[in-house]
C-alpha cells in the first residue's frame, strides 16, 4: 500500500513561485504514474500535470502549460510540481496522486495542500 504524504503550499502573490512535494511511504513506486490534481472552490477536481513511470513524459492542462513542471525523484520516492508565474485563479487544495502502471483509476491521493494566490 502506498501512501502520499505533501508539503509545501502557502500564500503567494500573483506572479510568484511556490514548489509542492509529495513524498510516497509504504512501498516503492517506481512503477507508477504520478500527478498532480487541484480543487479549487465551487469547481470540479481539476487534473493539473502527470509524469510517467520513467519520468520521461509528462503532461500538463493547458491552463498550467509553461508555467507549471512535474518532476520526480523515484530513488526517494518523490515527485515535485513547480509552480511559477502564478495567477489568483491557481488557488486552490492541490492533491498528488499515484496509479499503478496500466491502471486508469488514481488510486492513492495525498491529503492536500491549499495554494493561495493573492492579486
Known amino acids: 500500500q502506498v501512501q502520499l504524504s505533501q508539503s509545501g503550499g502557502g500564500l503567494v502573490q500573483s506572479g510568484g513561485s511556490l514548489t509542492l512535494s509529495c513524498t510516497a511511504s509504504?512501498?516503492?513506486?517506481?512503477?507508477?504514474?504520478l500527478g498532480w490534481f487541484r480543487h479549487a472552490p465551487r469547481k470540479e477536481r481539476d487534473f493539473v500535470a502527470t509524469i510517467t513511470w520513467s519520468g520521461n513524459k509528462t503532461d500538463y492542462a493547458a491552463s498550467v502549460k509553461g508555467r507549471f513542471t512535474i518532476s520526480r525523484d523515484s530513488t526517494k520516492n518523490m515527485v515535485y510540481l513547480q509552480m511559477y508565474s502564478l495567477k489568483p485563479e491557481d488557488t486552490a487544495v492541490y492533491y498528488c496522486a499515484a496509479r499503478p502502471l496500466g491502471v486508469a483509476t488514481w488510486s492513492h491521493w495525498g491529503q492536500g495542500t491549499q495554494v493561495t494566490v493573492s492579486s
Open positions: 509504504g512501498r516503492r513506486f517506481g512503477y507508477y504514474t
